[in-house]
Each structure stands twice: as structure tokens, then as C-alpha cells.
């Protein structure tokens, strides 16, 4: 059977996975890059929202060829559609931020990773993993052909559902209850109040969870909900066929693809690596557990990862010990406020409809100009007094 050698094998060319292989590339360390996708970044699962200081810490720059649309602000929409608008003219947006392609963006994320001087092979699907002394041997297939891939380090980035953590033995998997079910459409003649916002709609349409509508320009968005399946005996599919039917920006709408995935909101686990190994993305919990999203914090841990990793095959140490390192950057650049923010999640599912009402009420017609953090948390906890006990600690 064929053998490839290499230093580092990333499994999966997300955008966590391609990151980390560009970095690990420019630490000078061989690399190989596999999905098991024909085309990287094909079907999409994911609402292609990111953030422009997200993409500026990863020191990306914006390229038309994957920006469908820049963004001015957010609507928040409770249960009985009163709406709070959070836009430019009314607030610093510190977040402001765009869509994606992603189906370009990926590829091109992996672009980089080549240019870096990473391999890339697709349509390469790992299937098992077997522990050697200086590292693993995965088991591959590609187009019919069974192989080996000798590494004395893999990375594994393959994403929500991911295999390879737990054949080299870290717990990583998300449990069911903090996996979140979500379905999307994107779809055309989609009319929106205001389609340079992004729309969030809370309560009863989405529990556990909440429907969003991304514009992609023009008459484009994508239209779609997560939900906590604890939380509902409906499919995210069935919520989302009644959330469309029933916007107004939507019932006109027809789609033109459907995209069905799993995102785990619950949080990071402690462990990331161990001897030979490290796992980064989604395969490793790095989701911000509020909003969902995943791209800029899973790269992120991809960046980190491909450093350590680099600097762990120039230094011949491959020890857990030495790729804690990334464990702890990790902790540090996005564990903290994911911890945040699962704590903020787990205010909002306490919150019933009525309740949304009601805070969207108070908070309809603010200046936020003229209010600080601390005076919308005052302001919150008057409509909400629950907010004091368990987001008191956090402001
Ligand atoms: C409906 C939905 C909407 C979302 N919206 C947003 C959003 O607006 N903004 C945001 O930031 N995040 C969003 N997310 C989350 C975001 O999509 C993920 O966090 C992100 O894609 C994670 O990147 P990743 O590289 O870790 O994994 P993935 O992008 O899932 O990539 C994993 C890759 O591994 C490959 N793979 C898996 N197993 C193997 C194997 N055995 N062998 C070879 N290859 C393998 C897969 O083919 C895949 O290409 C959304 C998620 C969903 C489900």
C-alpha cells in the first residue's frame, strides 16, 4: 500500500483547518492538507456571517471575490416583531462586519494554505487512525485508492461531526444537548426592512435558539434558525418552513438551496491535545455558544494550532506537554469570552416570550449613543431582574 510522509497532517479544509495549515506551512514544517470534499468549501453549511476585526486578527485581508456584502448594523426582533435597531448612525458598532461566500472563501482559505507551501490533496477521506512511536498512521481513500499517511503530528479540523479526536483518544465529541440543529435556505426575493442589517428573531420561532436572515445583496439572504432539540419536538426543518411562511420578508421568497448542520454550543472542552495530536474548530468546541458562530474562533485556534505545531516539529518535541501551548493561547484568545457567552446563553433560555416582549419594549427607542454598558445592564435587569443573577458578574 502507498505510504506519504509528512510532518503534519491537517484533517479537514474548513476554514479552521486551512488556517492552521498555511501557519504550520509558514513555520516551516511539511505539510498535508486533506478533505474528503470534492470541491473544498461545497455544500456550505452556515450563515456566512464574520466580523471585520475577526478577519483583521487572522491578518486577512478582504477580497471582493468572496465578500457578497458589507454590513451596517443589526435588528433584533422579539416574539410580537418589536424590533431594536442597532445601526451605525445609532451606535459605534464595534462588530461591525460582513458576509461571506463561503464556498469562495474556503477555497480560497486553502489557497493560501497552498501558497504557504502546504499539500493539498481532496477528496481524501480519512478513516482511521493507528498510534506509532513518533506520531500516527492514518488510513485514507481517495478515488477508489486505499493508502497511509505517516505524520508526526495531525491536526484535526474535521468540523461538528469529527472522527479523528476521538480515534487518538481525546473526548472532544459535543454531548447531544449542546449540539444545535439548524436548517437554512437561501433563497431569492427575500424583502428585507433593511438588507444592509443582519436579522435576529428571538423566542418561540427558534427555542434554544434563534432565526436569522443574513442578506447576501439584492434580493438574496439566507434564511435560516437553530434550534436546542431538548427544547422542541419539531425538526429545525418544520420551525424553519413556518418561520418563512410566516415573515414578511420571506413569504414571497422561493430557495435555492437548503443547508442542514449541526453547531456545537457548548463551549470548549479543557483537553485540545495530546501526545502527536491536537484538534482545533469545531471539532474542538470553538463556537461562540450565543450567536453560533464558529469561522473567525475556529480559525483562530487554527492559527495558534499551525504555530505550536511548526514550532514543535522545528524543536523535535511533540509531547503533550509542548503542544499545551495551544491549549493555553487557546484559553486565553478564545476560551474566556466563550465562557462569557455561554453564560449569556444560558440567561436567554431562561427567558419566555412575553419576557422578550418586554425587554425589546424598554429597549426599543434608546440613545445608545449616550448609554454605557453599565446603563443597559440597569436598564435590563429593571424589565429582567433574573439578568442581575446571572449576568451580574460579567459587566
Ligand atoms: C446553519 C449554520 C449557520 C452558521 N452560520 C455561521 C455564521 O454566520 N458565522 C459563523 O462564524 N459561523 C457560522 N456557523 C458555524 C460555522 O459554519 C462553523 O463554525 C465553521 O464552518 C467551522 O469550521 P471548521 O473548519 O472547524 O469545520 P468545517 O467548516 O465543518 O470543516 C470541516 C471539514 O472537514 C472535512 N472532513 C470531515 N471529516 C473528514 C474525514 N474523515 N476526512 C477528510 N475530511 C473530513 C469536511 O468535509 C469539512 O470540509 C454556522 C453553522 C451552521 C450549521
Not at 60 to 67: T, V
Amino acid at each position: 500500500m502507498m505510504l506519504i510522509e509528512t510532518d503534519i497532517l491537517v484533517i479537514g479544509a474548513g476554514p479552521a483547518g486551512s488556517t492552521a495549515a498555511k501557519h504550520a506551512a509558514e513555520g516551516g514544517a511539511r505539510v498535508l492538507l486533506m478533505d474528503k470534499k470534492s470541491e473544498i468549501g461545497a455544500p456550505k453549511r452556515c450563515a456566512e456571517g464574520v466580523s471585520n476585526g475577526g478577519l483583521e486578527s487572522l491578518g486577512i485581508e478582504k477580497n471582493p471575490r468572496w465578500i457578497t456584502k458589507e454590513l451596517d448594523g443589526v435588528r433584533l426582533i422579539s416574539p410580537n416583531r418589536t424590533d431594536v435597531w442597532l445601526t451605525s448612525d445609532k451606535i459605534d458598532l464595534p462588530e461591525a462586519g460582513c458576509i461571506l461566500e463561503r464556498k469562495v472563501f474556503d477555497k480560497y482559505m486553502a489557497m493560501d494554505a497552498a501558497r504557504a507551501g502546504a499539500q493539498i490533496k481532496i477528496k481524501t477521506l480519512a478513516t482511521g487512525m493507528e498510534k506509532t512511536d513518533d506520531g500516527y498512521l492514518v488510513s485514507a481513500e481517495s478515488m477508489g485508492e486505499s493508502f497511509q499517511i505517516k505524520a508526526k503530528i495531525v491536526i484535526a479540523a474535521d468540523g461538528p461531526e469529527s472522527r479523528v479526536a476521538r480515534w487518538g483518544g481525546l473526548n472532544t465529541t459535543a454531548k447531544p444537548k449542546d449540539m444545535e440543529s439548524a436548517a437554512q435556505f437561501e433563497m431569492a426575493g427575500v424583502e428585507m426592512e433593511n438588507n444592509n442589517c443582519i436579522e435576529f428573531y428571538f423566542g418561540s420561532v427558534a427555542p434554544g435558539g434563534y432565526a436569522w436572515i443574513f442578506p447576501k445583496g439584492d434580493d438574496i439572504a439566507n434564511v435560516g434558525l437553530g434550534i436546542l432539540a431538548t427544547k422542541t419536538d419539531k425538526t429545525a426543518y418544520e420551525h424553519l418552513l413556518e418561520f418563512v411562511a410566516s415573515n414578511p420578508a420571506t413569504e414571497n421568497a422561493q430557495p435555492v438551496e437548503l443547508n442542514i448542520g449541526g453547531d456545537p454550543v457548548g463551549g470548549m472542552p479543557k483537553k485540545l491535545v495530546t501526545d502527536n495530536l491536537m484538534v482545533i474548530g469545531d471539532a474542538a468546541g470553538q463556537v461562540n455558544p450565543l450567536t453560533g458562530g464558529g469561522i473567525i474562533s475556529g480559525m483562530t485556534g487554527g492559527m495558534i494550532a499551525g504555530k505550536v505545531a511548526a514550532e514543535a516539529i522545528s524543536e523535535g518535541d511533540l509531547s503533550r506537554k509542548k503542544l499545551k501551548k495551544y491549549e493555553d493561547e487557546c484559553q486565553e484568545a478564545i476560551g474566556k469570552s466563550i465562557n462569557k457567552y455561554l453564560k449569556v446563553k444560558d440567561y436567554m433560555l431562561t427567558l419566555n416570550d412575553g419576557e422578550l416582549d418586554s425587554i425589546a419594549e424598554a429597549f426599543q427607542d434608546i440613545e445608545f449613543e449616550k448609554v454605557s454598558t453599565t446603563e443597559l445592564v440597569r436598564k435590563l435587569v429593571k424589565v429582567s431582574p433574573k439578568a442581575l443573577l446571572k449576568l451580574g458578574k460579567l459587566f
